[in-house]
Nanobody, 121 residues
Framework: QVQLVESGGGLVQAGGSLRLSCAAS????????LGWFRQAPGKEREFVAA????????FYADSVKGRFTISRANYKNTVYLQMNSLKPEDTAVYYC??????????????WGQGTQVTVSS
């Protein structure tokens, strides 16, 4: 069992930056992949970024590539999402998830409660 708690969301102007954190508790954190997803009102949950268990491999949705960076600190049981050059279309509830490396919602077994990110134009 893994429990995930996101933090760091908020309101920011377009072009600004935010860093999201996700603190994990429970077993198997360091051996599994971690991902960030987001869901805007009226839309399906979509993949943002993923990182493998060691932190060596990462990949991103095309919409955030070059602007967002995912990283993890296994000794702190924490995963981060650094978001730069934010756009109004990045507005969503952001979720971290633990599971198998990939970009599909179905590959992740554990989910946080989400943190709201709002980007004003």
């Amino acid at each position: 069992q893994v429990q995930l708690v996101e933090s760091g969301g908020g309101l920011v102007q377009a072009g600004g930056s935010l860093r999201l954190s996700c603190a994990a508790s429970g077993r198997a954190f360091s051996s599994g992949a971690l991902g960030w997803f987001r869901q805007a009102p009226g839309k399906e949950r979509e993949f943002v970024a993923a990182i493998n268990w060691s932190g060596v491999s990462t990949f991103y949705a095309d919409s955030v590539k070059g602007r967002f960076t995912i990283s993890r600190a296994n000794y702190k049981n924490t995963v981060y999402l650094q978001m730069n050059s934010l756009k109004p279309e990045d507005t969503a509830v952001y979720y971290c998830a633990a599971g198998s490396y990939g970009d599909s919602v179905s590959r992740y077994d554990y989910w946080g409660q989400g943190t709201q990110v709002t980007v004003s134009s």
